[in-house]
C-alpha cells in the first residue's frame, strides 16, 4: 500500500524542535581566537567534542573549530540508536584478512566502547533520554533468519551479549509486521535523544574550558617542525597537535582522508504524533529495529512515544528531500499498513562515512591524529573514538585500541567523489528483492 504523500513538512530533524531554545552557544568572533593552543580539532561533532572534553580536562588549551552550526552535521541528524554495532564490522571479511582473533578483539571492544558511553552519560547526568529498550533485527528473508541466530551464537561465544531468539509466529509481540521471518532480539541495546546528547556534551566541554568556534571552516594545516599552524580566513593559529574529525564532511585540505572515505546520505522521516495504540501496533514493547536488507532501513518510537521515526538510504547525494520521503514512506507504509494514513511532520537527512573495509579507524597521518568512517553506527563509535584520540594526544596507555591496527586504505583513483554508488545500490536493491 503505497503512502498519501504530502508536502506540508518541515525540512529539518525532529531533534532539533527539542533544543531549540537553548542552542548550543558558540564564538564565531576569531578576535577571541588565542595564538596559540595545544591540541585544535577540526571537526565539531561527537568525535570532535568528546576529544575535547577529554584533552580539557587533562588540563590542554583545547580549541574547536566546526565548518557549520555546531550540531548542524550528523551528530544531531541520525536515529539516535545505541548498541555495539557487532553486524557493522564485516566479520567474515576481516577475518580472511587479519585473523579471527583480531576480529574478537574488535567485538569485545565494541561492546566496551557501548558500555563505556552508557556510563559516561549516567555519570555525567546528561539529559538526553537515554534508554535501554533493547532492539530487533528481522530476518528480511527467509534465508536471513538461520544467519541472524548463527551471529548471535558465535557473538555470545566472544562477549556476554545477551541475544533473543524470535520466531516468526512470535514476531508479533516485537513488531508489527509480516514483512519478516522472525529475527532476534539484542535486550541490553538502547537509544539515545541524539541532539539533546550532543548538547550535553557541548556544556561540559565549554564548562571544562575548550573552546568553540562555529562557521569556521579551516583553509590550511601546515607544519612546521613540532608545530601545526591553522588557517581560518584571515586569522591563524598554532598548536602541537592536530586532531581531524570531520568524517562525512571531510573535505577541504584533507584530501588524504576523503580518499579513505565513502560519503553517504542517510535521510529520515518523522511521522505526526499518534496514538500510544498505533505506535504500540508497529513497536510493542518501544524498541529500537532494524533488518537484514542490504539497503536496510531503521526506525524506533521517538523518546516521548508519540511519534515513529523512519530511517534509511536517500538514494542520490544531495539533499532532496522531495524524492526521499517519497521512497522511506513508502517503504515504511509497506511494512506498516497501518501507518498508511500517517501525515509526516519532519524530513531530514545527513552524511555518514564509510570505509573501504567496513571498520572505524583510528590512527596518525601526516602528523595529525584521526579518528573517523564510523559505517552508520556514529552515536556510540563517534564518542568512543573521540575519547580514544584524546588520549592518543596525552600519551596515554588507555589510548590504545585494537582499530588502530586495521590500515586505513583507499583504492587507486579515488577522490572521495563515489561514482560507483549508483550502481551498488542497485545491485543491493536487486539482491534484497532476491533474498541474497
Known sequence: MLAKHSSNYIHAPY????????????????????????????????????????????????????????GNGASSRN?????????????????????????????????????????????????????????????????????????????AKIVDFPAIEISRTQQGDEVGSNAYYGGVVYPTDGAVHPAKLFHGLCEIAKRDGALL????????????????????????????????????????????????????????????????????????????????????????????????????????????????????QNFMTRLFPQLSNAKLDYVWSGKIAYTFDHVPHIGVMDGMHYAMGYCGSGVGRANYFGRKIAQKVLDQAEGYTIFEEFPFKTRPFYTGHPWFLPAIMKWHSLADRLGF
Open 79 to 155: 536515529g539516535g540508536m545505541l548498541g555495539p554495532s557487532f553486524s557493522k564490522l564485516g566479520e567474515n571479511g576481516l577475518e580472511r584478512q587479519y585473523g579471527r582473533e583480531q576480529v574478537h578483539a574488535t567485538i569485545r571492544e565494541s561492546l566496551s566502547a557501548f558500555n563505556w558511553l552508557v556510563n559516561f552519560i549516567r555519570n555525567e547526568q546528561i539529559d538526553c533520554d537515554l534508554q535501554i529498550c533493547g532492539r530487533f533485527r528481522g530476518a528480511s528473508h527467509p534465508a536471513h533468519y538461520a544467519g541472524l541466530i548463527e551471529q548471535a551464537s558465535e557473538i
Open 213 to 328: 568556534f562555529d562557521h569556521s571552516p579551516v583553509r590550511q594545516v601546515i607544519k612546521n617542525n613540532s608545530q601545526f599552524t591553522i588557517s581560518i580566513d584571515d586569522k591563524k593559529i598554532t598548536a602541537d597537535h592536530v586532531i581531524i574529525a570531520t568524517n562525512g564532511y571531510t573535505g577541504g585540505p584533507f584530501g588524504k582522508f576523503k580518499r579513505r572515505l565513502i560519503p553517504i546520505r542517510s535521510a529520515m522521516i518523522a511521522t505526526e504524533e499518534l496514538p500510544e495504540s498505533v505506535i504500540r501496533s508497529v513497536s510493542p514493547k518501544l524498541r529500537c529495529h532494524g533488518s537484514t536488507e542490504r539497503l536496510s532501513v531503521y526506525y524506533r518510537p521517538s523518546p516521548d512515544g508519540k511519534r515513529i521515526l523512519f530511517g534509511g538510504r536517500s538514494l542520490g547525494y544531495g539533499d532532496c528531500p522531495q524524492i526521499y520521503h517519497k521512497y522511506l
Open 15 to 70: 531533534w532539533q524542535a527539542a533544543i531549540a531554545p537553548k542552542k548550543t552557544e558558540a564564538s564565531i568572533n576569531h578576535r577571541d581566537l588565542p595564538k596559540r593552543a595545544d591540541t585544535v580539532i577540526i571537526g565539531g561533532g561527537y568525535t570532535g567534542i568528546s576529544a575535547a572534553i577529554t584533552l580539557a580536562r587533562a588540563g590542554q588549551k583545547v580549541v574547536v573549530f566546526e565548518a557549520d552550526a555546531f
